[in-house]
């Protein structure tokens, strides 16, 4: 809903707020405060902000060195340069010290948008849920996002989180309970498990309304953690409806569909189809173009749940 603020105006406030709050919050910036939005953090706290120019690498090592004095910073970058320009401070300085650091990666995937190719980034999920101690969590809208970042703030150790920062949109009921490491269920069903996170959230419930018309049964499931996986509820809808689809704004390689398909094929194996990025590089082009060019749009994730149900029934 257009009145309502950008995620990236609900995210600085609360970073804000909680300044206030707690002297131990930094920001610390790679020369991008105009687009993750951060300015007015920069006005509230000088002493507490750190732009370190373009220079991601360096970013992640000085708010290493600042939560190792034990200080919690937040540092910022689009996901390509949070994630895999500076993957290797991110990988020893950060996630091998197990340090306080919060690490935002914005526009995912396809939000990338007119930006392209070089800064669309598919595997930002899947490189950071292979570090050990590192948390990797996605929330879709305010709702979410005002749930998630209190338990992000208290944890104890890195945390990755992908941010749509323009979005406007409400994709969830106001007072959802959201807990870190636990995924959320959007919509009851026996028949199929609809798997989505972030951006696929709004298309995922639109399938299973449109499945619903068809006379199958979707359950819907949010699965904002990708790390560590909520293995109980994965697997209690697994047995219970025998078929899932995975749908992510994400590659379906090391992401949200696998850890779906590691855990599954562990403890309840069944059909699992994957929506998302199919092993491509990004281009340029709108959220809706790409969104339908690379099959990730309502009508595929029906086709794919009814594909699912099908492998369901010949087993």
């Known amino acids: 809903m257009a009145s309502n603020p950008q995620l990236r105006q609900v995210y600085t406030q609360w970073l804000v707020e909680k300044a206030a709050q707690d002297p131990r919050l930094f920001v610390v910036e790679a020369d991008l405060m105009g687009a993750s939005g951060t300015k007015p953090f920069r006005e509230a706290y000088p002493e507490r902000f750190v732009d370190t120019g373009v220079a991601e690498a360096n970013m992640m090592g000085v708010a290493a060195g600042l939560a190792n004095m034990g200080k919690i910073p937040f540092a910022h970058s689009f996901t390509p340069f949070a994630t895999r320009r500076a993957f290797d401070q991110v990988t020893i300085s950060i996630a091998y010290a197990d340090l306080n650091v919060k690490i935002g990666g914005t526009d995912p995937g396809v939000t990338a ?15 950071m849920r292979g570090l050990a101690n590192m948390i990797v969590v996605e929330p879709a809208d305010q709702v979410q996002l005002l749930a998630l970042l209190p338990q992000v703030f208290e944890h104890e150790g890195p945390v990755y989180m992908r941010l749509h920062r323009k979005n406007t949109e409400v994709f ?13 269920t959007l919509r009851a069903g026996t028949d199929v498990t609809l798997v989505c996170s972030g951006l696929m959230i709004p298309g995922t419930l ?3 309304r449109i499945l619903a018309g068809k006379g199958i049964s979707a359950r819907v499931l949010n699965m904002h953690t990708l790390k560590p996986v909520d293995e109980t509820t994965l697997v209690e809808a697994a047995r219970q409806t025998g078929a899932m689809v995975t749908v992510e704004n994400h590659s379906v390689l090391n992401g949200w569909g696998s850890a779906v398909c590691e855990t599954l094929a562990a403890f309840c194996p069944v059909p699992v189809l994957r ?15 790409l969104l339908e060019k690379y099959h990730m749009t309502p009508p595929y994730i029906v086709e794919a749940a009814q594909q699912a149900i099908a492998l369901k029934a010949k087993r």
């Open 275 to 289: 929506i998302g990025v199919q092993d491509h590089f990004g281009e340029v082009g709108s959220t809706d173009f």
């Open 172 to 184: 969830v009921d106001e007072g959802m309970p959201f807990t870190l490491g636990k995924i959320a």
């Open 206 to 208: 639109e399938a299973a």
């Open 113 to 127: 948008e007119l930006n392209g190719g070089t800064h669309m980034s598919f595997e930002d999920a899947g490189l």
